[in-house]
């Protein structure tokens, strides 16, 4: 049996809206067997239980890329990474299903290579390049369509605490709702921001976090389809530490330098959200890692 292990992906990180994003130590397994019938699929809802699973979907795509004729396969989906949050799901079920038939086949493709199929299929690569790399990635599409990648280590002093509403924001509507143009000098503002805070987050610089993270682009009308934005953001800061929308959001990501104060982070918001989902987490270092068992 092969098995994957996929971590969750936070999108954007304030400033580096559709470039960056981050791997966390939240984790999903899907195990790929042979199997007597066409397709069986576990471990997900009824509904998805078929031809059209992301999960299958990009096993297929990577079969019909290698040339490879698609096995009879039994899928099992160990899901933790909530669905529709902005941590990644759908790069987390694209980049299993591509990794789960690359090792199928005894794995002739690279993680870059995975990293094109991942892209062409989720359309964008910031969650997939941190889900297949790990760490901090900033990537973008050059000008021949290829994907172009790096990778910040980011400093281990740095916690994070997923702030999980109870509720969806549909990242259509999250990407609707921006303008379409900005000015020459919020362009540079957003620049240097984002260069900075690569630098300040290997750095595990919380300072210097705290203010190249201020967003122009996004966060300022994102974060009126959140309606318990400001009192996310209040928490984080009475901890000493800073927040973004993570991805299109509804999850919010916090980010502090020392345990305690995630720790404070995780138990005031279960105090005053009693129903959201709060982890305290740390970087993924290693991105998608497969097993055979
Ligand atoms: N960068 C994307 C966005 C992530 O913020 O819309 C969601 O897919």
């Keep these: 049996m092969i098995r994957i292990k996929v971590p969750a992906t936070s999108a954007n990180i304030g400033v580096g809206f559709d470039c960056m994003g981050l791997a966390v130590s939240l984790y999903s397994n899907v195990d790929f067997e042979p199997s007597k019938k066409k397709l069986e699929i576990y471990g997900c809802p009824e509904e998805f239980r078929n031809e059209n699973n992301l999960v299958y979907k990009a096993f297929v795509n990577t079969c019909d890329f290698l040339n490879e004729p698609v096995p009879n396969v039994r899928i099992t989906i160990e899901n933790n990474i909530p669905v529709a949050r902005g941590l990644g799901s759908s790069a987390f079920c694209i980049v299993a299903g591509i990794k789960g038939a690359n090792d199928w086949f005894d794995a002739p493709l690279s993680n870059d290579e995975i990293l094109d199929l991942a892209t062409n299929m989720e359309g964008h690569p910031d969650n997939v390049s941190p889900a297949i790399y790990g760490k901090l990635g900033v990537s973008f599409i050059d000008e021949n369509k290829d994907v172009q990648t790096v990778h910040f280590n980011v400093n281990p002093s740095l916690r994070f605490v997923t702030m999980i509403p109870n509720y969806e924001v549909s990242t259509d509507k999250a990407r609707e709702i921006l303008p ?13 921001h984002a260069v900075a805070l690569s630098k300040a987050m290997e750095l595990g610089n919380l300072k210097l ?8 682009m996004h966060e300022p009308y994102r974060s009126k389809l959140i309606p318990d934005y400001e009192n996310a953001k209040n928490i984080c800061e009475k901890a000493n530490g800073t927040m ?9 990501m916090a980010i502090v330098d ?14 005053d ?5 709060v982890y305290h987490l740390n970087v993924d270092t290693k991105g998608a890692i497969s097993e055979v068992i």
């Design 180 to 192: 379409t143009e900005m000015s020459y000098s919020e362009a540079i503002y957003q620049v240097g």
């Design 209 to 216: 976090i705290r203010e190249c993270i201020i967003d122009k």
């Design 258 to 271: 020392n345990e305690k104060n995630a720790e404070k982070i995780v138990e005031n918001t279960k105090k």
């Design 273 to 277: 959200f009693p129903d959201w989902k």
């Design 244 to 252: 973004y929308i993570s991805g299109s959001g509804s999850t919010m």
